[in-house]
């Protein structure tokens, strides 16, 4: 059974840094696509990046495109978002999700597509 679970959450000013991490057990994940997402209070799930856990191909949004980045530890069966120049509008509980791989055709900033997610960890950012 597929376990992700977050952590390095907490509350940073404007212009910090932070990593989180997510903890993958249960299976083999050369085959997943790993994603991180994140929503704010009262607003829908949106897609933050995603990596490939095989090759390490990584995808961003738009909104932290040169702010943020994926990388993954096969070693540790980690995957982290490293974040950094935070603004307030990067306030969010951020999760971590995966995604089996089965050759067809998906929108990896689609949540839907993703069957397997964490518990979430909270980034506040403080202006």
């Known amino acids: 059974q597929v376990q992700l679970v977050e952590s390095g959450g907490g509350l940073v000013q404007t212009g910090d840094s932070l990593r989180l991490s997510c903890a993958a057990s249960g299976r083999t994940f050369s085959n997943y696509l790993m994603g991180w997402f994140r929503q704010p209070p009262g607003k829908e799930r949106n897609f933050v990046g995603a990596i490939m856990w095989s090759g390490g191909y990584t995808y961003y949004g738009d909104s932290v495109k040169g702010r943020f980045t994926i990388s993954r530890d096969s070693t540790k069966n980690t995957v982290y978002l490293h974040m950094n120049s935070l603004k307030p509008e990067d306030t969010a509980v951020y999760y971590c999700?995966?995604?089996?791989?089965?050759?067809?055709?998906?929108?990896?900033?689609?949540?839907?597509?993703?069957?397997?997610w964490g518990q979430g960890t909270q980034v506040t950012v403080s202006s």
């Open positions: 999700a995966a995604r089996y791989l089965t050759g067809s055709y998906y929108s990896q900033t689609n949540p839907a597509n993703y069957g397997y």
